[in-house]
């Protein structure tokens, strides 16, 4: 919400007395002094007018976790662990998955309470490349990668999948970049070829690459750098 809306919301203040205090610069958002009526506020915002606080913002988190295999990526599931369970019960309180992996499927996957910012590493628009190995059944055929480049028709969701750029480094092992992340894409694209996929680990998502140091089931906070880059 913009700063203005922000404070004019609130019973101490109407719009006249807002525009004043924007201009007197005796707004803070996050410690620095807001005059733009434009500035965005979020709940992670702290905001404050002289020395009163108005809204101390609770912690954005950002985490990235090796997940195993065996775990499903949800908060919830009757049946299965899930990688919620991975983390302590007290880091798990308003986390949310930002790129689901399959139950079998390892590699990174990234936790956080900060749904702007996970709407930016998931969405198709912005493009931002996941980066998958990939091991098949059968031999991986040297016609596959243009067909991929020029998308494949997903009947069910009634599209076709972004160009998607693969690297065969053995008969039967890929690497895999592609933009979005439909149901079960990376399956289903080789699944065109009738070629099962028996390995899927994802390396990286946009610039954050799974860490090497974690082991599988571990995580880490991301760092400031990683999440700037998103
Ligand atoms: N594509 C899949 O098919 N499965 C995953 O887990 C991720 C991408």
Redo the contacts with the bound molecule.
């Keep these: 919400m913009r700063l203005d809306r922000f404070l004019a919301n609130l019973p101490c203040y109407n719009r006249q007395q807002v525009r004043l205090l924007l201009v007197q610069r005796r707004v803070r958002v996050d410690g620095i002094v807001a005059a733009d009526p434009l500035t965005p506020v979020r709940e992670f915002s702290r905001v404050e007018v002289d020395e009163q606080l108005l809204q101390a913002g609770r912690p954005a988190r950002y985490l990235m976790l090796n997940k195993p295999a065996g775990y499903v990526s949800a908060t919830l599931d009757p049946q299965h662990r899930t990688v919620l369970e991975l983390l302590p019960a007290e880091m798990r309180e308003d986390l949310h998955i930002a790129g689901r ?2 139950f079998n ?1 390892t590699g990174l996957l990234i936790l956080t309470n900060d749904g702007q910012w996970s709407r930016r590493l998931t969405q198709p628009t912005t493009k931002l490349p996941k980066h ?1 190995l990939v091991e098949t059944e059968d031999d991986i055929g040297p016609h596959y990668a243009a067909t991929f480049q020029q998308g494949l028709y997903f009947a069910f969701e009634n599209l076709t999948t972004l160009p998607a750029q693969l690297d065969i480094l053995g008969p039967r092992r890929a690497r895999l970049a592609i933009v979005e ?1 439909r149901y ?5 694209m080789f699944g065109h070829f009738d070629n099962k996929v028996v390995g ?1 680990h994802r390396e990286s998502m946009g610039a954050i690459r799974l860490d090497p140091g974690l082991a599988p089931g571990a995580y880490r906070a991301l760092t400031d750098e990683e999440v700037a880059g998103v």
């Design positions: 992996l399959d499927t998958y992340g079960h894409q990376v399956k289903r899927l």
